[in-house]
């Protein structure tokens, strides 16, 4: 999604701007560009269709001395990615703005301001801010003044970020709905929509909440909320460490982070598992007693925060013994729905920025929900502020687009929210002592898993060129059949689908010839000896097929089957130690395909428009 960095300072800005940049890659983009205000007050700009390298290489061939200047990374919405759709926009050589989200109202805007005389130059959305801007500019208003009549204009979401040709000592931002910070310095400030853009320059954050306005100088911050008020934001310093976002040794941040995974789950569980029993507490002081009223629990996410939420149905229901319902936020948030007595709403996300999640909880804060948890990996982030119970998953910054040690550290916190919930519910002491103890083997557990990698990379060279791959299994491992077919297609660009493997005969079966590789997730457990059945269709009509099996079962060797064993695992944990070898194929095709493994195209990492 579209990334913003903003700087007002005693020092030239560009290559902070350009830094800040690089630094949210990650988040996905198309298109790059950055306005300075120049020594002689003009508004230089630079744009260019594709990356922020491109941006770089012809900033290198001119000067842009400003200490004040905005910068954007965009991802497409309205408009195609194009030099003349990419931010910063600029009305009149006046101001110049750069925005991440979507204004829904656009097109009355842009008809009221074409009948006014204004001239568009680009596709975008994004175009009728700048130029309501710059008309209450010239109407009189300060630049604080002009964004704060502007804002009231819009419908939809917006992080803003803008600067006035002739007002160089200030820089003025605002949000609602898309994320933003801002960066404080000694003598200089800065915006930007993630922490991880400004670590070269501050440690030191302000976390803007939705409505906020704020002027920034070089010397000063003041922020108003939605109601106009003037308001002091917590100052938080941020432990991140400015090497926690450079990739090392590794060929791709996905391949980092995949072997990050011992140590994330590691600090997910610490501090959360006292002698025999989970430690209600972590979730929030009213969590013990609010998990003993819960009679059921309600799961919302997207994308593989949605898969993690699939598995967790399995856990919550056997462990705690309480209905619960899995749902894509995106399908939740339009539909009329039946709250349950006595029902937790649960949010899983890696960013906490996601807009159709948010929406979701929006809507469940007013639908007389028990509490609402939030299961986040960004503590600052929009959806652990606005829930009432919160579990922070720990996996440190995911650079990769494709998420990876984001999805197993939520698998990690969501088997604590079941072991919690079964707490008070039907778990014996015996069982959840036992639980526990295998909680604490999983990151040494994780790390045997780990070591089937080079075999992985062999025989990824099996899937170079095909262009379908069926993934299937059986009871909580169909979601990880579904992770490993979302892996797979999102950074190898290779068609894939998982389906429970009892259902294959009720139609994928006819897929099915030697074209057609088909990986099965095979623990030991009670559901072994139906897919092995169900695999048997698949030999039987000549498909190839990719067993990924415990080691503790003895597999026939037969043509057409390969196999690849994990070390042995309790059932407890398995959907985390099956989820490596679904992580390691996709990685590996997608690095033989020569893909762009860390920013797949057209994805994003946080997706903060609808
Ligand atoms: C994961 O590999 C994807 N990039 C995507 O499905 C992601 O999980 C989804 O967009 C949800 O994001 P969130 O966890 O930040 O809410």
Redesign the pocket.
């Known amino acids: 999604m579209c990334g913003i960095v903003g700087a007002i300072a005693q020092r030239p800005v560009a290559d902070i701007l350009l830094e800040g940049l690089r630094r949210l890659e990650y988040r996905g983009y198309d298109s790059a560009g950055l306005a300075v205000l120049s020594e002689q007050g003009e508004l230089k700009r630079l744009r260019c269709l594709g990356k922020v390298a491109a941006l770089a290489n012809s900033l290198a061939g001119s000067s842009l001395p400003g200490t004040l200047g905005i910068a954007h990374t965009r991802w497409a919405t309205h408009g195609e990615p194009s030099e003349r759709n990419a931010h910063p926009h600029i009305c009149r050589e006046r101001c110049a703005l750069v925005h991440n989200g979507i204004i829904e109202n656009h097109e009355s805007l842009r008809a009221q301001q074409q009948a006014a005389g204004h001239r568009f130059t680009s596709q975008t959305d994004t175009e009728v801010v700048v130029h309501a801007i710059h008309d209450a500019l010239e109407r009189g208003l300060d630049l604080t003044d002009a964004v704060r009549a502007c804002v009231k204009q819009l419908h939809g979401a917006y992080a803003l970020g803008v600067i006035d040709r002739q007002d160089p000592e200030h820089l003025v931002a605002a949000r609602l709905g898309s994320p933003l910070v801002i960066g404080i310095g000694f003598q200089e400030h800065f915006i930007a929509s993630d922490v991880p853009a400004l670590l070269p320059v501050t440690n030191r954050f302000i976390f803007l909440e939705d409505g906020d306005l704020a002027e920034l100088t070089r010397s000063s911050v003041r922020i108003w909320n939605a109601s106009g008020q003037e308001v002091e934001r917590p100052v938080r310093t941020s432990s991140m460490s400015v090497d926690a976002t450079e990739r090392g040794p590794y060929r791709h941040f996905m391949q980092k982070e995949i072997f990050e995974q011992p140590r994330a789950i590691a600090e997910t569980l610490e501090g959360r598992l006292g002698a025999d029993h989970v430690l209600a507490a972590a979730f929030g002081t009213q969590a013990e007693a609010l998990f003993a009223q819960t009679r059921s629990v309600t799961i919302i ?5 949605f898969h993690a939420g699939l598995v967790a149905k399995h856990w919550i229901e056997s462990l705690a013994g309480i209905h619960c319902q899995v749902e894509v936020a995106s399908e939740y948030r339009y539909r009329q729905h039946v709250v349950p007595e006595q029902s937790l709403f649960v949010s ?4 906490g920025e ?1 807009a159709d ?1 948010l929406a979701a909880l929006q809507m469940a804060k007013q639908s007389g929900y028990l509490a609402t948890l939030a299961i986040c990996n960004v503590a600052e982030s929009s959806l652990v502020r606005e829930s009432e119970l919160q579990l922070l998953t720990r996996a440190g910054p995911e650079i990769g ?3 990876t040690k ?1 999805f197993t550290t939520q698998l990690a916190a969501l088997l604590l929210l079941a072991l919690a919930l079964g707490h008070q519910r039907r778990l014996s002491p015996e069982r959840e002592a036992h639980a526990v103890e295998i909680l604490r083997t999983l990151p040494a557990q994780i790390e045997r898993a780990l070591s089937i990698d080079e075999a992985v990379a062999d025989l990824a060279q099996h899937f170079v060129e095909k262009h379908h791959t069926l993934f299937l299994g059986r009871g909580e491992q169909h979601a990880i059949a579904m992770e490993g077919a ?2 797979l297609k ?1 950074i190898s660009y290779i068609h894939a689908e998982a389906y429970p493997a009892g259902e294959l005969k009720h139609g994928p079966l006819a897929l099915i010839d030697e074209d057609m590789p088909v990986v099965a997730v095979a623990p030991n457990n009670a559901l072994l000896e139906k897919l092995k059945s169900n695999l048997e269709e698949v030999r039987a009509r000549g498909g190839q097929l990719y067993v990924f099996a415990d080691d503790s079962v003895a597999w026939q060797q037969a043509e057409g089957v390969h196999v690849l064993r994990l070390p042995e695992s309790d059932d407890l944990i398995d959907p985390l130690v099956f989820s490596i070898p679904m992580q390691l194929l996709a990685y590996h095709v997608a690095a033989l395909k020569g893909t762009d493994v860390d920013q797949p195209r057209n ?1 994003a ?3 903060t428009v609808e």
């Not at 996410?301 to 925060?305: F, P, Q, W």
């Not at 899983?348 to 960013?351: D, H, L, N, V």
């Open positions: 996410a997207c994308g593989t925060s899983i996300s890696q960013s996601t999640t687009v494709a998420s984001a979302l892996k999102e994805l990492k946080s997706v």
